[in-house]
Nanobody, 121 residues
Framework: QVQLEESGGGLVQAGGSLRLSCAAS????????MGWYRQTPGKQRELVAT???????NYADSVKGRFTISRDNAKNTVHLQMNSLKPEDTAVYYC???????????????WGQGIQVTVSS
């Protein structure tokens, strides 16, 4: 069984910073892409940033230049440094990992439970 546990969310004023972390644990053979997504009430979950196992990153246009994604492959963790936060960044943030639990099974997507980030104006 695999678990993704997020931490680091909370309430911050506009212009402030937060750092989200996500740790994957359980029966893990290989982790491929990891990423962060976010969702607000009534809207679809949207991509924030992803990172490959080789460190190639991809960002939503709305966060480019403000957010930085990183990962530690040895610790099965992914982080999201969020700077210059805006009220429109308020959302539940979800950690995602595309990983393989066995050499005999194809990779699957796993999600964390989500963590609230609230940016006050």
């Amino acid at each position: 069984q695999v678990q993704l546990e997020e931490s680091g969310g909370g309430l911050v004023q506009a212009g402030g910073s937060l750092r989200l972390s996500c740790a994957a644990s359980g029966t893990i053979r290989s982790i491929y892409d990891m990423g962060w997504y976010r969702q607000t009430p009534g809207k679809q979950r949207e991509l924030v940033a992803t990172i490959t196992s080789g460190g190639i990153t991809n960002y939503a246009d709305s966060v480019k230049g403000r957010f930085t994604i990183s990962r530690d492959n040895a610790k099965n963790t992914v982080h999201l440094q969020m700077n210059s936060l805006k009220p429109e960044d308020t959302a539940v943030y979800y950690c995602n990992a595309d990983l393989r639990t066995s050499a005999f099974r194809p990779p699957s997507d796993y999600w964390g439970q989500g963590i609230q980030v609230t940016v006050s104006s």
